[in-house]
Each structure stands twice: as C-alpha cells, then as structure tokens.
C-alpha cells in the first residue's frame, strides 16, 4: 500500500477515535443535566361548570392577571383628588430657563422625488 494513503488511513481512525472518546465522556459527565420537562399525569385539570379539560398555564395566567387588575381597580377607587404642588412653577430657578429648542424647517421639498408617490 502506498505511504500516503496509509497516513491517511490513519489519521482518519484517529480522529474517529477521538471524536468517540470525546463524545462518550461528554455523554458521561453531562449526560445528567436534562432540562425540567412538564411530566403528564393520567389527572388532567377540568372545568366544573364545562367539564372541559383546562390548561394550567392560561389559569394561572389569566388568575394573576385578574388579581393585578382587581388591586389597580380598588387602589383608583381610593383616588379622590389629586393635588399639584406649583412650587416648583412658581420659583425663579424655573422662570429663568432658556429654551435651547432649534425649530425644524418647514420647507419638504428637498431630497429625491417619491417614487412609490402616486399621482
């Protein structure tokens, strides 16, 4: 057999080895870290009025979301009036700010014609 093809050869059952090793102590050491997996279970959630099967997550889901929004509702009822302080308005520091603001030209026509415009 020619040398060159037996290097080759050779190298090839090297590297195959190698990536084999590699790959069963991977699979050995990191074999254990699996991902959390929802398990089924034989009992499924149901509806007491519908008798309907009924996804846990929705429900908890639309349940908390009910909850935030019965809070934000009785904390607006609670809101009679709101008071302002002007103070802050009234003072010298406030009356004495510059506008600073560039105002934009109200002149369109520059640039390339629209070529999607139609006329």
Request: hydrophobic letters at 40%.
């Amino acid at each position: 057999m020619n040398p060159k093809i037996k290097k080759i050869i050779l190298g090839s059952s090297i590297l195959i080895l190698v990536s084999l090793l590699g790959y069963f102590v991977y699979k050995q050491f990191n074999g254990g870290i699996v991902a959390p997996t929802m398990q089924s279970s034989n009992s499924t959630l149901k509806s007491t009025i519908t008798d309907e099967p009924i996804n846990p997550v929705i429900a908890v889901t639309t349940s908390t979301n009910t909850a935030i929004t019965d809070e934000i509702v009785e904390q607006l009822k609670k809101v009679s009036t709101i008071t302002l302080s002007t103070t802050l308005v009234n003072s010298s520091s406030f009356s004495n700010l510059i506008d600073l603001s560039t105002a934009l030209p109200d002149d369109t026509s520059t640039g390339r014609r629209n070529p999607f415009m139609v006329k």
